[in-house]
C-alpha cells in the first residue's frame, strides 16, 4: 500500500490552517461578536488568541516528540489511551463533518444574491463535487488549492485593515455622517460597554473563531521536512490569526459606531459600500463565497484523514479497507465517504431550517473544547514521562497548561449562561457519552 507523501511545506499548512480558521466567522459573524460584548471583543480575542497559541506550543512538541505520528491522535493514543483517542477521534471527525455542513449550506445562500432563482442546494453541492474532485489529486495539488483559497482571504483582511486605516488618517466621513476616529472604540458606553456578562458570553463566538487551528496536528504526516514546518506553522499562525482578527475588528469599530452594527449582517459590506466602491456588495460576496469554499475544503481534508486514521486498525477488513490510499497516496475511500455525508447537507438544506445548522456548529464548536483539553492532557502525560530532553518545549509548562485547562473550563461555565449554548453543551455530553460506552464494547 502506498505511504503518504511529505508534500506539504510550511506555507501550506500556515494557510491550510488559516482557511480552515478564518471563515464565516470572522466575514458574517464579526457584526453579532461586536454586538454582545462591544469593544471589549478585541480583549476577548487576545486572550483567546494566547491560549490557543499555548495549545499550538503543546501539540507541536508532541507532533516532533515522534516523526512517527501521522496525526495528533497518535500522541493522544500514546499518552491518554485508545479508548480516550477512540472517542477524541470519532469526535473530531463529528465536528469537522458539521463544519463542512454548515459551510455548503453557507455557500448556497451566498449565490441567491447572484443566482436568485437557482435552488440554493445546487451551488453547494457543485461546489462539494469540485472540492472533492480536487481532494483525489496529489496532497500537493491540494495544498496548492487551499493556499489560493486562503490567500484570497487573507489579502481581503489587509484591504480592509488598510482601508480602514486610511479612513481614520483622513478623518472620513461616511454615507451615514459618522466620523472615522479611533475614539469610537470608547465613545458608545466604555470599552466594556455591555459589562462583564457581555464580555464573558462572547467568549463562546471567539472560540469558534479559532477552530481549526489545531489542523496543523493532521497535517504531520504529510509535512515536507516537519522539524522545520511544522514549529514555523505553529508560531506563525496564532500570531497571524489574532493579528487579522483584532485589526479587521478594531478598523471597523473606528469606521463606525459599534452600536450602529447590525448583528445579523457583515460589517465588511458596510465599510465597503459607504466608501463608493463600485460592484461592493458582488466583491464582498465573492469573498465569502471564498471563504467558505476555502474552510469546506480544509473540512474535507481534514475528515478523509481522520477516518482514514480511524478504521486503519479496524479488526474488520471491510472497515479497513477505507483507510486505503490510492495510487496518489491519498485516502481517496475515507475522502469520498466524508463527502457523502457532507452532501446530505447540500440535499437537505431546502426542508432544514437554517438555524439546525447553526446549532449543529455550536455542537461541533462545544466538542472542540474537549478535544483541546484532551491535547493538554497528553503534553501533561508526555512531562511526566520525557523530563530530559525537549526539542520544541511547549514555554511556561506545565503551569501554561493547567492555565488553558482552566481557561477551557470557565469557558464550558461559560456555555451555562444562555439556553441555546448549554443545550448544545448538554447534547455534546450525550455525544460523548455515547462514544464512550462504544469504545467500551471494542476490542482492545
Given at each position: 500500500?502506498?505511504?503518504?507523501?511529505?508534500?506539504?511545506?510550511?506555507r501550506?499548512?500556515?494557510?491550510?490552517?488559516?482557511?480552515?480558521?478564518?471563515?464565516?466567522?470572522?466575514?458574517?459573524?464579526?457584526?453579532?461578536?461586536?454586538?454582545?460584548?462591544?469593544?471589549?471583543?478585541?480583549?476577548?480575542?487576545?486572550?483567546t488568541?494566547?491560549?490557543?497559541?499555548?495549545?499550538?506550543?503543546?501539540?507541536?512538541?508532541?507532533?516532533?516528540?515522534?516523526?512517527?505520528?501521522?496525526?495528533?491522535?497518535?500522541?493522544?493514543?500514546?499518552?491518554?489511551?485508545?479508548?480516550?483517542?477512540?472517542?477524541?477521534?470519532?469526535?473530531?471527525?463529528?465536528?469537522?463533518?458539521?463544519?463542512?455542513?454548515?459551510?455548503?449550506?453557507?455557500?448556497?445562500?451566498?449565490?441567491?444574491?447572484w443566482?436568485?432563482?437557482?435552488?440554493?442546494?445546487?451551488?453547494?453541492?457543485?461546489?462539494?463535487?469540485?472540492?472533492?474532485?480536487?481532494?483525489?489529486?496529489?496532497?500537493?495539488?491540494?495544498?496548492?488549492?487551499?493556499?489560493?483559497?486562503?490567500?484570497?482571504?487573507?489579502?481581503?483582511?489587509?484591504?480592509?485593515?488598510a482601508?480602514?486605516?486610511?479612513?481614520?488618517?483622513?478623518?472620513?466621513?461616511?454615507?451615514?455622517?459618522?466620523?472615522?476616529?479611533?475614539?469610537?472604540?470608547?465613545?458608545?458606553?466604555?470599552?466594556?460597554a455591555?459589562?462583564?456578562?457581555?464580555?464573558m458570553?462572547?467568549?463562546?463566538?471567539?472560540?469558534?473563531?479559532?477552530?481549526?487551528?489545531?489542523?496543523?496536528?493532521?497535517?504531520?504526516?504529510?509535512?515536507?521536512?516537519?522539524?522545520?514546518?511544522?514549529?514555523?506553522?505553529?508560531?506563525?499562525?496564532?500570531?497571524?490569526?489574532?493579528?487579522?482578527?483584532?485589526?479587521?475588528?478594531?478598523?471597523?469599530?473606528?469606521?463606525?459606531?459599534?452600536?450602529?452594527?447590525?448583528?445579523?449582517?457583515?460589517?465588511?459590506?458596510?465599510?465597503?459600500?459607504?466608501?463608493?466602491?463600485?460592484?461592493?456588495?458582488?466583491?464582498?460576496?465573492?469573498?465569502?463565497?471564498?471563504?467558505?469554499?476555502?474552510?469546506?475544503?480544509?473540512?474535507?481534508?481534514?475528515?478523509?484523514?481522520?477516518?482514514?486514521?480511524?478504521?486503519?486498525?479496524?479488526?474488520?477488513p471491510?472497515?479497513?479497507?477505507?483507510?486505503?490510499?490510492?495510487?496518489?497516496?491519498?485516502?481517496?475511500?475515507?475522502?469520498?465517504?466524508?463527502?457523502?455525508?457532507?452532501?446530505?447537507?447540500?440535499?437537505?438544506?431546502?426542508?432544514?431550517?437554517?438555524?439546525?445548522?447553526?446549532?449543529?456548529?455550536?455542537?461541533?464548536?462545544?466538542?472542540?473544547?474537549?478535544?483541546?483539553?484532551?491535547?493538554?492532557?497528553?503534553?501533561?502525560?508526555?512531562?511526566?514521562?520525557?523530563?530530559?530532553?525537549?526539542?520544541?518545549?511547549?514555554?511556561?509548562?506545565?503551569?501554561?497548561?493547567?492555565?488553558?485547562?482552566?481557561?477551557?473550563a470557565?469557558?464550558?461555565?461559560?456555555?451555562?449562561?444562555?439556553?441555546?449554548?448549554?443545550?448544545?453543551?448538554?447534547?455534546?455530553?450525550?455525544w460523548?457519552?455515547?462514544?464512550?460506552?462504544?469504545?467500551?464494547?471494542?476490542?482492545?
Open positions: 500500500m502506498a505511504e503518504k507523501q511529505r508534500r506539504l511545506k510550511s501550506h499548512i500556515q494557510l491550510l490552517a488559516l482557511g480552515g480558521t478564518i471563515g464565516t466567522g470572522l466575514f458574517l459573524g464579526a457584526g453579532k461578536a461586536i454586538h454582545v460584548a462591544g469593544p471589549a471583543i478585541l480583549f476577548a480575542y487576545l486572550i488568541g494566547i491560549v490557543c497559541f499555548g495549545i499550538m506550543r503543546a501539540l507541536g512538541e508532541l507532533l516532533l516528540s515522534d516523526l512517527h505520528y501521522q496525526s495528533f491522535m497518535d500522541a493522544i493514543q500514546d499518552y491518554l489511551g485508545k479508548r480516550v483517542s477512540f472517542v477524541v477521534g470519532w469526535a473530531y471527525w463529528a465536528c469537522w463533518l458539521a463544519l463542512a455542513m454548515a459551510e455548503v449550506t453557507a455557500i448556497g445562500l451566498y449565490f441567491q444574491l443566482l436568485p432563482h437557482v435552488p440554493q442546494w445546487v451551488p453547494g453541492l457543485l461546489t462539494l463535487v469540485v472540492l472533492l474532485c480536487l481532494n483525489l489529486m496529489t496532497v500537493s495539488t491540494f495544498g496548492e488549492l487551499e493556499f489560493w483559497f486562503a490567500l484570497i482571504k487573507v489579502l481581503a483582511i489587509i484591504i480592509l485593515i482601508v480602514g486605516i486610511i479612513m481614520v488618517v483622513v478623518r472620513f466621513h461616511s454615507a451615514s455622517g459618522y466620523l472615522a476616529t479611533p475614539t469610537n472604540l470608547v465613545r458608545y458606553g466604555g470599552f466594556f455591555t459589562g462583564v456578562k457581555g464580555f458570553l462572547s467568549f463562546q463566538m471567539v472560540v469558534f473563531a479559532f477552530v481549526g487551528i489545531e489542523m496543523v496536528g493532521v497535517t504531520a504526516a504529510e509535512a515536507e521536512k516537519p522539524k522545520l514546518v511544522i514549529p514555523k506553522a505553529i508560531n506563525g499562525i496564532p500570531l497571524l490569526i489574532m493579528l487579522f482578527y483584532l485589526g479587521a475588528l478594531a478598523v471597523i469599530m473606528c469606521i463606525y459606531p459599534w452600536t450602529k452594527l447590525s448583528p445579523n449582517n457583515s460589517p465588511f459590506v458596510l465599510v465597503f459600500r459607504d466608501i463608493g466602491l463600485p460592484g461592493a456588495a458582488s466583491i464582498v460576496n465573492f469573498i465569502v463565497i471564498t471563504a467558505a469554499a476555502s474552510a469546506c475544503n480544509s473540512s474535507l481534508y481534514t475528515t478523509g484523514r481522520m477516518l482514514a486514521e480511524l478504521t486503519a486498525n479496524a479488526h474488520r471491510a472497515i479497513r479497507q477505507i483507510s486505503k490510499l490510492s495510487k496518489h497516496a491519498v485516502p481517496a475511500t475515507a475522502v469520498i465517504i466524508s463527502a457523502l455525508i457532507i452532501g446530505i447537507a447540500a440535499v437537505l438544506n431546502l426542508v432544514m431550517p437554517a438555524g439546525v445548522f447553526t446549532f449543529v456548529s455550536s455542537i461541533a464548536t462545544t466538542s472542540f473544547l474537549f478535544i483541546w483539553a484532551a491535547i493538554i492532557f497528553a503534553h501533561l502525560r508526555y512531562l511526566k514521562g520525557r523530563p530530559g530532553e525537549r526539542p520544541f518545549k511547549m514555554p511556561g509548562a506545565p503551569v501554561s497548561d493547567y492555565l488553558i485547562l482552566l481557561f477551557l470557565v469557558i464550558f461555565g461559560v456555555l451555562c449562561m444562555e439556553t441555546q449554548t448549554l443545550t448544545a453543551l448538554l447534547l455534546t455530553l450525550c460523548f457519552a455515547v462514544l464512550a460506552i462504544v469504545s467500551i464494547t471494542q476490542r482492545s
